[in-house]
């Protein structure tokens, strides 16, 4: 099931050379790229139906073709290797593996967009993956691949790592800006957008490391080759991470669209120690959880999640055996983003907070099925009241454990009960 | 009004001026979308999330107000089932942590969560876990004193130390609800405004060292007024209140919008001045130092100006424009010679460009507008045969004249002042007035907008009114109607003005004489 | 998040050293403000002192020109600055989701008994600190544990033994 697109050089060994990554075609695309117009470039990503690989699923051309044409602006681009999203780990390979890769597709990008100064944001928590990239980019300033004149053409591209340090919330794309301009990452009302007013008052484009990556071979081998991967809405593959409880957990390069139980057992060795399985978060945390049930007619694409109300977020999957206890879990989560909440918005700020010491309350056997009902009450009110989506990440979720394992969440609200009896 | 633009609210059409937000725009037909966060000088910050409205057949349908600007046929839902659940869903979410101990809370009577709890919630707390628990009491420098655990975040002192002050003095640390706005240690607020953040401050958490719990707000009578503080004249609401058996007495001032003036910030120092306006006031005429009947000491006052033959007026940069018109008509029929000296009321350097002015008095243009001379040479040079020295409540002559007070002791003088002073002791008659927060009058600012003021403060025994010391002096020019002619005389912008409907934001002088000149 | 207001001073006067001055100015070229530097700046100085000292975020802000707030907020608002001292070992576990279900507790539960501290406390001998964190970004390889910056995969207790038995 697996293919090698992204990763075709995840297994050469020191394929994050640069001496090594070109004898194995890095940066063989640029000489067809320069002789490629912009707006040839973006016709052929937007044809690809290459859909940002950040969480979001935008089609990226099209995001692109959004820039305000003729201002008197410089154009930015963020590349987004925030990789926050509990469950998600999958750009960290193309970082320490193939880190050439990356900078050829920003040097793609940059081409299609005009964009001369591009910011790499990546998490604080990823250090070695930081000083390899970093490693990376030095290599391609000195072989000429970055600088003043991209490989030998009158065309500057300056790449600079920003480091975060610990905040979630920063994947958002304009907490992502807000962050590189040294400011606390809070998201940006929209409008205006990014490509309209972005960093630093500049349209800029943010697009996830994955998403950049894909390009060279979008490039090189036409969108059409790309489109051959992948469902006719969902074209080509994705860096699945698969985790939790199954035998073989790890990243894997698959085709969108592959049936998801499927893979779950083919891919990733089925669910370990031969227990059952009680449930798969599709696409990180923030995704609605599916039941077995509804996982068997689930694939791995954008319809397919959206027809099972939820989605392909991050392509993180992590599978739930039988011993999970969902109450613990639903914890676990609302802990993450109430951890996480930038704190602007009122609802997300103190709501969450609510949603964690109910939890808690009812964890400790004082709560009541009134305030399950809250729970699932308080999803309704937060959700969507907010600039951005770090609530709804959180309510989502927690609305599909409260609907589909709410007998559990009863019984912890019986504990109380049966101790208020005796 | 400017250009407009007509649009929907629940269904009814109303027209507004184009170019604002739903907030502002609908607020001037009388359409309240309640908010924290927002606030006209700081811009839309869009944090509460209380002011989300509906727009039918919007993308997206829920939108902040804040950020909204008014567009032609636009459909706003604001009392729709939904938005009303919003609203109530959103404050209860303010509340949860937020102390509820309305009863000891000084906002408690102009506080915007309560005022909404009203409209928007009232309901019992659904909250059954503890809340957060944050600092209080903390000093934040400059008078202000912060209680993390009634903010609501909204980040308007925030906004303002970083976009008005530009001192940046205040932040929001942490995330979540852990946020909590603080100063960097050892780097409080340091600015000459500071003390707007109290006023900003939508609920109790920002609160004045010197204002809290001196009075509840609901005790408070609001008058409209002008603040003296400076040649500025920024406008200004008086909180006073009479307590039973006690004077009427003024407890604070508080910034009053007006955009040809003050916008929506007056500095700390003119806040402050309303002690002067408590404190140290003459409190009954005086003949040689020893208390005097009233009727006694103005009698004596008349005879002594009748009986002087190179008499001296020296008048206050303060006073009204009515006032300094009926100084200079007693001036001309006693023969005086009229100074408008007064140096000690400028504080070279002290002014920043913005309010605070150099000159700390409020109707210096007056004088010159009225040609009365303000030059040191013209005042030591009446004195030099001066036989009486009538001083209309000028409050600071010895500092910049100092070299003058030795002539000035050995003169008879007649000081009609609102506060005690030097001159005062020494006066062979001293009159207690009124000041300025228990007269009306007009003023020019020293960017030439000529305002109006009215009587704020009624005391239980009040000062003799200036004008009506001067009509028992013998001026002639003491009349409402007389006033109002000489004022139209010495001011031609104001010729053909129907003064009862002056402009509440006053006149620019120099606009309107452009204006003439043009047409 | 816990409260990080609360910060330490040492009472002495700090500066970046010279390898840090000449990364900072190279850097600071690299943005079109100088605010831009704000998280720069604190990770050179949590590179150079382990932590961030209270003073630090007074110079950083005047270094830029901006309000010693905005640095404070920055500081505070993003966990990964130590705002007071850590061990020279300090291990971070990941807590979160798959973490959780592949028996962080476990390693929590071991470390705390063999170092004897709590997470976000640092042994008395300035040996270890111990921190829970979330999501570390290597939730196929879980539970997993960072020290200083490394990373230790599909971590148990006796892989934790090993680690720690060759920390200094």
Redesign the interface.
């Known amino acids: 099931m697996e293919v090698k697109v992204l990763s075709a050089k995840f297994d050469i060994a020191d394929a994050h050379l640069l001496e090594v990554a070109k004898q194995h075609g890095a940066y063989a695309t640029l000489e067809k790229l320069f002789a490629m117009p912009p707006a040839d470039v973006i016709d052929e990503v937007k044809n690809s139906g290459l859909r940002g690989r950040g969480g979001a699923g935008f089609p990226a051309g099209l995001k692109w073709s959004f820039l305000p044409k003729g201002l008197d602006k410089p154009v930015y681009l963020a590349v987004n290797s925030d990789e926050s999203e509990p469950a998600t780990f999958k750009d960290r390979y193309i970082l320490t593996r193939d880190p050439h890769l990356l900078i050829e597709g920003i040097i793609i990008c940059c081409w299609a967009i005009g964009c001369h100064d591009c910011y790499i944001y990546i998490r604080g928590e990823y250090t070695t993956q930081r000083k390899a990239l970093q490693k990376a980019i030095d290599e391609a300033y000195d072989a000429g691949y970055l600088g003043e004149k991209v490989a030998g053409q009158d065309f500057r591209l300056d790449v600079t790592v920003h480091r975060g340090a610990g905040a979630y919330v920063c994947g958002e794309e304009t907490a992502l800006l807000e962050s590189v301009e040294g400011r606390k990452g809070q998201p940006r009302s929209k409008p205006p957008f990014p490509a309209v007013a972005g960093l630093y008052g500049c349209p800029t484009i943010i697009n996830n490391v994955q998403t950049i990556a894909s390009l060279p071979f979008i490039i090189a081998n036409g969108a059409d080759a790309y489109k051959a991967y992948g469902t006719e809405k969902s074209p080509g593959t994705h860096l699945f991470g698969i985790s939790g409880h199954v035998e073989r957990p790890g990243m894997y390069e698959l085709p969108l669209g592959l049936p998801l139980l499927e893979v779950i057992d083919k891919v990733a060795g089925g669910v370990w120690k031969a227990r059952k399985l009680k449930a798969v978060i599709p696409g990180g945390s923030s995704t609605p959880v599916l039941t077995p049930e509804e996982a068997a007619t689930t694939t791995l694409d954008y319809e397919s999640m959206a027809a099972h109300k939820t989605m392909f977020g991050s392509g993180g999957i992590v599978v739930l055996d039988e011993t999970v206890d969902m109450v613990r879990l639903v914890k676990n989560l609302i802990d993450f983003y109430h951890h996480e909440s930038c704190g602007q918005c009122t609802p997300c700020r103190e709501g969450l907070g609510w949603m964690l010491k109910i939890v808690k309350q009812l964890l400790n056997g004082e709560g009541t099925t009134a305030d399950i009902d809250l729970l699932r009450e308080l999803c309704d009110n937060i959700e969507m009241k907010t600039v951005c989506v770090l609530s709804a990440a959180c309510t989502m979720p927690v609305r599909s454990y409260l609907d589909k394992f709410r007998p559990e969440f009863e019984a912890y609200a019986a504990d109380r009960a049966k101790t208020e009896a005796a | 009004m400017a250009e407009t633009v007509k649009l929907f609210v629940n269904g009814q059409e109303v027209e507004v001026e184009s170019g604002k937000n739903l907030i502002d725009a609908l607020k001037v037909v009388g359409i309240e979308i309640p908010h924290f966060c927002y606030h006209p000088a700081l811009g839309a910050d869009g944090n509460c999330r209380m002011c989300l409205v509906g727009i039918e057949d919007g993308r997206p349908p829920l939108v902040p107000a804040c950020k909204t600007p008014v567009s032609e046929g636009l459909k706003v839902q604001l009392d729709a089932e939904k938005i009303r659940k919003i609203q109530h869903d959103v404050m209860e979410l303010e509340l949860i942590n937020h102390p509820i101990d309305c009863p000891v809370c000084d906002q408690a009577g102009e506080c915007a969560l309560q005022d909404y709890y009203m409209t928007y919630d009232h309901q019992a707390s659904r909250m059954r876990v503890p809340q957060v628990v944050k600092e209080k009491k903390l000093d934040f420098g400059c008078g202000v004193v912060h209680d993390q655990e009634r903010c609501v975040l909204c980040a308007r002192c925030v906004r303002f130390t970083r976009l008005i002050t530009k001192t940046g003095e205040l932040g929001i640390v942490n995330r979540s609800d852990e946020a909590r706005v603080t100063v960097f240690p050892g780097r409080q607020l340091d600015n000459r405004y500071a003390l707007n953040v109290v006023d900003l401050c939508p609920v109790g958490a920002m609160t004045s060292r010197d204002f809290r719990f001196k009075q509840r707000a609901w005790f408070l009578k609001r008058s409209p007024s002008i603040c003296h503080g400076c040649s500025m004249g920024c406008n200004i609401f008086i909180d006073h209140n009479r307590e039973k058996g006690g004077d009427d007495l003024i407890y604070r001032f508080r910034p009053r919008h007006n955009a040809l003036v003050n916008g929506y910030f007056i500095c700390d120092e003119g806040r402050l001045t309303y002690h002067q306006e408590n404190e140290g006031r003459l409190a009954t005429a005086m003949v040689d130092g020893k208390d005097s009947p009233l009727d006694q000491a103005i009698e004596m006052a008349r005879r002594k100006l009748e009986n002087a033959r190179k008499p001296v007026f020296l008048l206050s940069p303060n006073c009204s424009l009515e006032q300094m018109l009926a100084i200079r008509a007693l001036a001309e029929s006693r023969k005086a010679r009229l100074s408008g000296f007064s140096d000690a009321y400028i504080k070279n350097g002290d002014g920043d460009g913005w309010l605070i002015q150099d000159d700390k008095s409020a109707n210096r243009a007056g004088l010159e507008l009225l040609g009365i001379d303000t030059a040191r040479e013209g005042f030591a040079q009446a004195l030099e045969d001066a036989d009486l020295l009538v001083n209309f409540n000028s409050m600071r002559i010895v500092p910049a004249a100092a070299e003058l007070a030795g002539k000035i002791a050995g003169l008879t003088t007649i000081a009609i002042s609102s506060h005690n002073g030097p001159l005062t002791r020494q006066a062979a008659v001293a009159l207690p007035v009124s000041s300025y927060s228990e007269y009306g009058g007009m003023v020019i600012n020293t960017n030439h907008i000529l305002q109006r003021f009215a009587p704020a403060v009624i005391k239980n025994q009040p000062a003799p009114d200036m004008l009506d010391l001067l009509r028992q002096l013998g001026c002639t020019l003491t009349e409402r109607t007389d006033l109002g002619k000489a004022m139209q005389q010495a001011i031609p912008a104001l010729a053909g003005t129907d003064m009862s409907a002056f402009p509440a934001e006053g006149l620019n002088l120099k606009e309107k004489e452009t204006d003439h000149v043009t047409a | ?5 609360h ?1 330490t ?1 040492t009472g002495k006067p700090f500066q970046f050293d010279a390898e840090r001055d000449a990364e900072f100015e190279y ?1 600071v070229k ?4 100088r ?6 700046a ?2 050179l100085t949590q590179e150079q002192e382990g932590w961030v000292p ?1 003073e630090a ?2 110079y950083i ?1 005047d270094r ?1 020109g ?9 500081a ?6 130590h705002l007071h001292p850590v061990g020279r070992n300090h291990i ?1 576990i990941c ?4 973490c ?3 028996g962080k507790q476990e390693i929590v539960d071991y470390l705390a008994g063999e170092i004897g501290i709590r997470p976000g406390e640092v042994s008395e001998d300035g040996r270890f600190s111990l921190e829970e ?10 539970p997993v544990v ?1 020290v200083n ?3 230790h995969e599909n971590m148990d207790v006796e892989k934790l033994k090993q680690l720690l038995a060759g920390l200094p």
Do not use: D, K
């Open positions: 998040m816990s409260n990080r207001a910060l001073f850097l690299r943005y079109p403000t605010e831009s530097m704000i998280l720069p604190l990770w209270g975020i007074a802000a830029i901006t309000f010693a707030s905005q640095v404070y907020e920055a505070t608002f993003y966990t990964m600055y971070c807590r979160t989701l798959s959780w279900l592949r964190v979330e999501c570390l970004g290597h939730c196929g390889t879980a960072q910056g490394e990373f």
